[in-house]
């Protein structure tokens, strides 16, 4: 009599949405807690035609979570880092990551009076957790790669293409949605940028990277 046996998922669409989201490096993280169900992953998005980009994310970005050796040897053996407790348990798992994510993940800059840190699919203004659309967290990133400046309305444009009143529209939604109108400023006919103090960081930096 079998003691374990691993089946997939009756029900594969919340599997593919969490592939999809580690892809397009909107999630923190993702956690294993057994090798056949990081095969499924990876087999599953071979078939969605994403493999390779959720590699580059699990190699970057994205951290990888396994319960224990066993579980994160399939990850290893294709380079991609793995975060692994002490001890092969749910809870261990859980503290690892809660340790863990906000060091590799998080991107922690020093904005108008405040502090802003960038996760995958929301943003922490001064502790309070802004939930934020895919949009949004674009428009956000985008003005983060390079903090205090200039990004025009052009280049705030979606892949797919719009228009710059639609960037405005969004600026408008991602400013309210972070509570503090400063932390993005609008540069008169050029476009926005974060309000970023390179003062406080250059006295911060071992609390935050960007």
């Known amino acids: 009599m079998p003691v374990y046996r691993w089946i997939g998922p009756a ?28 095969i499924s992953f990876l087999r599953t998005s071979q078939d969605l035609g994403l493999r390779e ?23 290893l053996a294709l380079d991609i880092p793995v975060v692994q407790p002490a001890r092969a348990r749910l809870g261990a798992l859980v503290r690892e990551i809660v340790e863990q994510v906000p ?26 957790i802004v939930p934020l659309s895919r949009t949004a967290m674009a428009l956000l990133r985008r003005l983060a790669a390079r903090p ?17 009143h639609a960037v405005e529209v969004a600026i408008g939604r991602l400013r309210a949605a972070l509570g503090d109108p400063r932390i993005i400023q609008t540069v008169a006919k050029r476009g926005y940028r974060l309000a970023f103090d390179p003062e406080r960081a250059a006295v911060d930096t071992a609390d935050w990277r960007y």
């Open 103 to 128: 060091r590799r993940r998080g991107l922690l800059l020093p904005v108008a009076e405040g502090w802003l840190d960038i996760r995958g699919q929301a943003a922490v203004a001064d502790g309070r």
């Open 148 to 164: 205090g400046h200039v990004v025009t309305r052009r280049d705030l444009l979606p892949p797919g293409g719009g228009d710059e």
């Open 11 to 38: 029900d594969p669409a919340p599997l593919r949405r969490v592939i999809d989201a580690v892809a397009t490096n909107e999630l923190d993280a993702v956690a294993f807690t057994s090798a056949p169900a990081v």
């Open 53 to 75: 980009a959720v590699l580059e994310a699990l190699r970057g970005p994205v951290v990888a979570a396994g319960v224990g050796p066993v579980t994160s040897g399939p990850l």
